[in-house]
Nanobody, 130 residues
Framework: EVQLVESGGGLVQAGGSLRLSCVVSGLSVEDYAIGWFRQVPGKKDREGVS?????????YYAPFLKGRFTISSDNAKNTVYLQLNSLKPEDTGVYYC??????????????????????WGQGTPVTVSS
């Protein structure tokens, strides 16, 4: 059974930090990359934030992040982390851990030609107060 279980969300003041965790089960490290999407209030679509190929360590970051977030993977623990620094009120939203084909992870992270992740977690809320 595939499971993506997120944790670490919460309420933080602007400029603060959070670390999100995603425990992955039922998916091979070789075949599935892990990413983070978010649903921001007022926006219609979920947007890709960051992703990592657990096989190669290659990472992807959405251009709007400008270096504020860092993704990492501990394959021994089957856990992927997203470190959120210099948080802004506009980062408020629900953050979802996602998984998909590691060979095409850039495509589904950036929603190229309609590509989407295959699996989604339940999400963890992040609220940044001003």
């Amino acid at each position: 059974e595939v499971q993506l279980v997120e944790s670490g969300g919460g309420l933080v003041q602007a400029g603060g930090s959070l670390r999100l965790s995603c425990v992955v089960s039922g998916l091979s490290v070789e075949d599935y990359a892990i990413g983070w999407f978010r649903q921001v209030p007022g926006k219609k679509d979920r947007e890709g934030v960051s992703g990592i190929s657990r096989r190669s360590g290659e990472t992807y970051y959405a251009p709007f992040l400008k270096g504020r977030f860092t993704i990492s993977s501990d394959n021994a623990k089957n856990t992927v982390y997203l470190q959120l620094n210099s948080l802004k009120p506009e980062d408020t939203g629900v953050y979802y851990c996602v998984a998909g084909d590691t060979r095409r992870y850039i495509l589904w992270m950036a929603a190229v030609d309609g590509h989407e992740p295959t699996y989604w977690g339940q999400g963890t809320p992040v609220t940044v107060s001003s």
